[in-house]
């Protein structure tokens, strides 16, 4: 069975050369990061808080590849099917920028340690809800992360993962029902 959802397959090509772009300093009409305006009070909390770029940076990326280890499980379980074959493509998206932000600040790019170590999934159900877990989870790190780093390119990547996220999410969800 293909369930065939052309608009997240077109929106994770869309929003994965806008992340590529962004994270080798491009830039890319699709996807605009905006800059907040000054704040010196914020600025101050972020530094308070601030972990090192390297540690944020990983943490984001090791979290890609559980995503990415998810859903290559489900396809691996119920075949090349929607809404996997674009959230998988987007995902490795989002893991090619991690690598260009990660070569940008001369960061060794970590072996892949969740790669076919994932349980696969019993059905296309259970594996959907698999998909909105990695998402949600993948989701909760970034934003929790985003508080730690004022790194403009891990921000950037970050931003263009919850876009593509929300845009990916809904047809997890509905598979999921």
């Given at each position: 069975?293909?369930?065939?959802?052309?608009?997240?397959?077109?929106?994770?090509?869309?929003?994965?050369?806008?992340?590529?772009?962004?994270?080798c300093g491009g830039s890319s009409t699709s996807a605009t990061a905006t800059t907040p305006p000054s704040n010196p009070q914020v600025s101050q909390q972020a530094a308070a808080?601030?972990?090192?770029?390297?540690?944020?940076?990983?943490?984001?990326?090791?979290e890609a590849y559980r995503s990415r280890a998810t859903y290559q499980a489900a396809i691996?379980?119920?075949g090349q099917?929607?809404?996997?074959?674009?959230?998988l493509a987007?995902?490795?998206?989002?893991?090619?920028?991690?690598?260009?932000?990660?070569?940008?600040?001369?960061?060794?790019v970590p072996v892949d340690i969740f790669n076919g170590r994932v349980t696969a999934p019993t059905d296309?159900?259970?594996a959907c809800q698999a998909g909105v877990a990695a998402v949600n989870e993948e989701t909760a790190t970034n934003a929790r992360l985003a508080k730690d780093t004022s790194n403009a390119d891990a921000l950037k990547v970050m931003s263009d993962q919850q876009k593509a996220a929300q845009a990916l999410l809904a047809p997890l969800q509905k598979c999921a029902q």
């Open positions: 069975m293909r369930i065939r959802l052309a608009g997240p397959a077109l929106l994770a090509g869309v929003l994965g050369a806008a992340l590529v772009s962004a994270a808080t601030a972990r090192p770029v390297k540690d944020v940076i990983l943490e984001s990326v090791n691996t379980k119920v099917v929607e809404p996997f074959v674009s959230t987007a995902e490795n998206t989002v893991i090619d920028a991690w690598k260009a932000v990660l070569d940008k600040n001369t960061i060794p296309l159900k259970t």
